[in-house]
Structure formats: structure tokens, C-alpha cells
């Protein structure tokens, strides 16, 4: 059984700082991609950020310059820093990650539950 488990949301004023991370865990024999998602009250789900098994990053328009991506491979772990928030940042942030099961043939995709990130004064 594989799980994703997000940290690092919380409350942060505008101009403000957080670093989400997202630790995978389990039977995993390889990990390919790893993004963040997030989801706004009344919005679909957008891609925020990905980043590639090389390490190449990815970012939507609206984050780049503010937030970085990066990887730890030896944690199975995937980190979003996320500076200069702005209010419309405000959502739940999902980690996302393409992975190979031990066992398995197929790369599938897994989620976390997400973590809740408000940028409010």
C-alpha cells in the first residue's frame, strides 16, 4: 500500500513564507514525477507545480517566480516553498505522484489527502 502524506499548510499573511512537503511511503519500487495540485473554494483543481524524475521543474504562470519545487529521491519526498503569498494562493494543496509499485508493471497515480493553506491579514 502506497501513501502520500502532505505538511507544512497553515495560516500566513500576505507577503509570507510556507514550504509544503509531501513524503511517499510504502511499496514502491520507483517514483517518476512528482507534483503539487491545489484547489480553491469554487474552482477545479489546478496544477501548481511538477517536477520531473531528472529533476526539471515546472511551474503555472500565476506561481513562477514565488514558488519552487524540488525533490529529495533518497525521502521519497517532494517539497513546494512557497514565497511572496498572495490571498489568491489561498486553497488546499494536493502532492501528486507517478510511481512504479513493487510488484506491478504499470506506472498509476497516487494523491495525498492535501494540506489547507490561507494567506489572509
Known amino acids: 500500500q502506497v501513501q502520500l502524506v502532505e505538511s507544512g499548510g497553515g495560516l500566513v499573511q500576505p507577503g509570507g513564507s510556507l514550504r509544503l512537503s509531501c513524503a511517499a511511503s510504502?511499496?514502491?519500487?520507483?517514483?517518476?514525477?512528482m507534483g503539487w495540485y491545489r484547489q480553491a473554494p469554487g474552482k477545479q483543481r489546478e496544477l501548481v507545480a511538477v517536477?520531473?524524475?531528472?529533476?526539471?521543474?515546472n511551474y503555472v504562470d500565476s506561481v513562477k517566480g514565488r514558488f519552487t519545487i524540488s525533490r529529495d529521491d533518497a525521502k521519497r519526498t517532494v517539497y513546494l516553498q512557497m514565497n511572496s503569498l498572495k490571498p489568491e494562493d489561498t486553497a488546499v494543496y494536493y502532492c501528486q505522484s507517478r510511481l512504479l509499485v513493487l510488484g506491478s508493471v504499470k506506472w498509476s497515480d497516487y494523491w495525498g489527502k492535501g494540506t489547507l493553506v490561507t494567506v489572509s491579514s
Open positions: 517536477i520531473t524524475s531528472g529533476g526539471s521543474p
Open positions: 510504502g511499496s514502491i519500487f520507483s517514483i517518476n514525477a
